[in-house]
């Protein structure tokens, strides 16, 4: 499920709170207004009960010599809708639309009663006159409709109170987050290579400018960090190259001398291949500081990058010899991209180079090439054992080597993808891996293409079987 934006959930906020405080509002309005009516009520069945009991008193004077069940009978009583005149327990009078419910409380009480008569709702007061108590009542059909208006006009309203209030809540948190959403377009733009920008100064001294200071003086710490880690890397990368080729230079001499014994030259050897490894290390780091401190020079020039491949493959086809494996290549005629040959040549031999060191014994190994929209498309693909899960982004880490590569029977140092890749962005391209499985696993290397030959092999597949 999709999370809503901040906007999204400062007006839904809005929102519910407006609904809430209105409908607690309306609910006290008509409580109000409910007391105020029935207050009015009282007081008018006050009024009323006042003038029937001088109409009581009247016929009473009246119609002394009458007998007390025939007194209220008569037509000259007011005809009051509801009421009901009781001498003690004896009943004198009960106006017709009472029928037969009984109006007077259980207990005595002073406070007005609630009955509901024929689907109305009737508000009585027992009143009392001399030994005459009587029960006077009136119809709540106007209280009711009063509620019943409020609450039309209050459902009416509240739609359009509500999403006034949402629009109002989404602008005012769009205008407060417009500022955060252009430190986050300017931070997005910032990475290693590019640790010299900086948000914009702030034009308010509120949250929102200390944030961009906050974060303005993290980029300076972390510039100065990885300035002298690069500057520590490529100082350290010139320092050691010197040593180590002089050091190999002086293994290659005693190397050629006839005095030195068997195993004397086994061991300078060794030294010499781990002089070399060391060597290929040092050249990888210095390249690698350069590119992070933008200073990888590079020679532009239209290169042909099939041309590239197959020059490549002679050397491809002695690396993959001793295991058996058959190179495989899908290419046009030509593709052509603006770079510099000598470092594309070793990212691609990189690549190559990966897809035959983990691979199975008499594997295969997949160079494809193709163009689309304005890009070369290199895809290096190997019968490798996969990568293992997780490892995704991890492999193009500097010296990173997975768990199954750590043994001495796959040669390396871990910085050839690494490189691959420096080399690949500082072209303005990149290297992905596109699938890894059990049965595949394949790289692709993008550059930004001049333009290409339509025309592919016949055979489209130029197989060379080394067994």
């Known amino acids: 499920m999709k999370r809503l934006t901040f906007r999204g959930q400062v007006a839904l906020w809005s929102v519910a709170v407006a609904t809430i405080a209105l409908t607690l509002f309306a609910a006290g ?10 207050e009015n009520f009282d007081q008018e069945m006050q009024e009323k009960a006042a003038a029937f009991a001088a109409e009581l008193d009247e016929q009473r004077v009246n119609g002394s010599r009458q007998p007390r069940d025939e007194l209220f009978s008569t037509e000259e009583l007011p005809r009051f809708p509801y009421v009901e005149v009781r001498d003690g327990q004896r009943l004198l009078y009960r106006s017709p639309a009472l029928g037969k419910q009984d109006v007077f ?7 007005p009663s ?5 689907g109305h709702r009737i508000r009585f007061r027992v009143f ?10 009136k119809d709540l059909q106007a209280v009711d409709d009063a509620l019943a208006g409020l609450l039309r006009a209050y459902l009416i309203t509240l739609p359009l109170v509500v999403i006034a209030v949402g629009a109002g809540g989404w602008l005012i948190a769009r205008r407060a987050v417009a500022p955060i959403q252009s430190i986050t377009t300017q931070a997005e733009k910032i990475s290693a290579s590019d640790l010299h920008q900086r948000m914009p100064a702030p034009v308010a001294e509120d949250e929102i400018g200390q944030l961009t200071r906050v974060l303005n003086e993290m980029f300076d710490r972390l510039q100065r960090s990885f300035e002298q880690v690069t500057r520590f890397t490529s100082d350290a990368s010139h320092e050691l190259k010197t040593p180590l080729a002089l050091m190999q230079a002086e293994v290659e001499d005693a190397l050629e001398s006839d ?16 002089c070399s490894r060391l060597s290929q290390i040092v050249d990888g780091l210095l390249l690698l500081s350069r590119a992070d401190d933008r200073r990888l020079a590079l020679e532009q020039e239209p290169v042909d990058l099939v041309r590239l491949v197959r020059e490549l493959m002679e050397d491809a086809e002695i690396l993959a010899e001793p295991a058996g494996l058959s190179l495989e290549c899908q290419l046009p005629d030509a593709m052509i991209a603006f770079g510099d040959r000598r470092l594309l040549a070793q990212a691609v031999m ?3 180079d990966n897809a035959i060191k983990y691979n199975h014994a008499g594997g295969r190994v997949a160079v494809t090439a193709a163009a689309a929209g304005g890009e070369a498309v290199l895809k290096i693909g190997n019968t490798g054992p996969g990568l293992a899960s997780g490892e995704g982004e991890q492999i193009f880490d500097r010296f990173y080597r997975g768990d199954s590569s750590h043994s001495n029977e796959t040669p390396g140092h871990g910085l050839g993808l690494s490189i691959a ?12 891996a596109v699938c890894s499985d059990p049965q595949w696993t394949e790289f692709r290397l993008v550059l930004p293409a001049e333009g290409v030959a339509q025309r592919i092999p016949q055979s489209g597949v130029d197989a060379h079987s080394l067994s």
């Open 29 to 38: 309005a008509a409580w109000n207004l409910r007391r105020e009516l029935v």
């Open 128 to 137: 009392r006159r001399g030994d005459i108590t009587f029960a006077l009542g």
């Open 421 to 432: 890749r420096e080399i690949a962005r500082a072209h303005g391209g990149d290297v992905v």
């Open 114 to 118: 609630e009955v509901t008569l024929q």
């Open 350 to 352: 990189n690549l190559i």
């Open 259 to 274: 005095s030195i014994a068997s195993e004397q030259r086994q061991l300078l050897s060794d030294l010499s291949e781990q």
């Open 105 to 111: 409380p259980r207990e005595p009480r002073a406070q």
